[in-house]
C-alpha cells in the first residue's frame, strides 16, 4: 500500500541535499516508531536538489528504494516537447469536432466533452 504522508513547504529555505535528505529522514523515523509501518521506499521531485538528496539517502539507508516522481517526469517531458513543437500547444486546446454524437464538444486536453 501508499501512505503519501507529508508534504513539506520548503519555499522558505534553501534547497540543499543534505536538507531534503535530513527531512525524508526525519518522516521515516515517525512513520516506523509511531504510525508503526515499515517504510520500503521514498519518491521525490526529479530536480537536482532531490537527485542529490536521493543519492546521499540511499548510501545510508541502502534497503529502502528512493526514486523520483513519474508524474513529476512526464511534465517535464511534455513541456519540452511544447517547446520545440510550435503549435502543439495550440492544437492540444482546441475542441475537435461537436459531431461526435451526444452533444458538447469534445477538448482532447480535458478528456471531456463540455456543453
Request: glycine fraction near 8%; charged fraction near 20%.
Amino acid at each position: 500500500m501508499v501512505f503519501p504522508h507529508t508534504s513539506l513547504n520548503t519555499t522558505v529555505e534553501r534547497h540543499f541535499g543534505e536538507v531534503i535528505k535530513a527531512y525524508i529522514v526525519e518522516e521515516i523515523q515517525v512513520v516506523q516508531t509511531e504510525l508503526k509501518i515499515q517504510v520500503k521506499a521514498v519518491v521525490t521531485d526529479a530536480a537536482s536538489d532531490c537527485r542529490k538528496a536521493r543519492r546521499l539517502f540511499v548510501k545510508e539507508y541502502p534497503h529502502i528504494v528512493s526514486l523520483d516522481c513519474f508524474a513529476h517526469q512526464m511534465n517535464l517531458s511534455v513541456g519540452d516537447y511544447l517547446k520545440h513543437h510550435s503549435g502543439a500547444a495550440d492544437e492540444l486546446g482546441r475542441p475537435l469536432s461537436s459531431s461526435t454524437g451526444g452533444g458538447g464538444t469534445w477538448y482532447p486536453s480535458l478528456g471531456c466533452k463540455l456543453r
